[in-house]
């Protein structure tokens, strides 16, 4: 019979086992996200003009989940055929825009 100590032993090596595979599969979900975002990403940029590339650039390095919205917006949008052409820096911006909530304008009156 085992003693207290083996069978402790035996369920945090169980424990720690089943941690090990979470991580390895969290890692490999991880991964397949990422590949995803980097096709969508090789897709949409062969549509974008070099300025509208820059302005991409640039929000995906100071605004990484807004650039990740762009990206899914503009690739639903080049799927569904809406988009044919180039996208210059002006129509990027607008479609920015819109994605970008309205904030609210607050007054305050002093009495």
Known sequence: ????????KKKLEELMRAQQERLQQHAHEQAQV?????????????????????RYGNLK????????????????????GQISGKIDDLTLKKVLEQLTPKKKEINIKRV
């Open 1 to 8: 019979m085992p003693t207290l100590e083996e069978i402790k």
């Open 61 to 80: 390095t100071a605004h990484q989940e807004k650039a990740l919205h762009l990206l899914v917006v503009l690739f639903q949008a080049i799927q569904k």
């Open 34 to 54: 990422q590949q995803q975002i980097e096709r969508m990403e090789e897709i949409v940029k062969q549509f974008l003009a070099k300025d509208a590339l820059v």
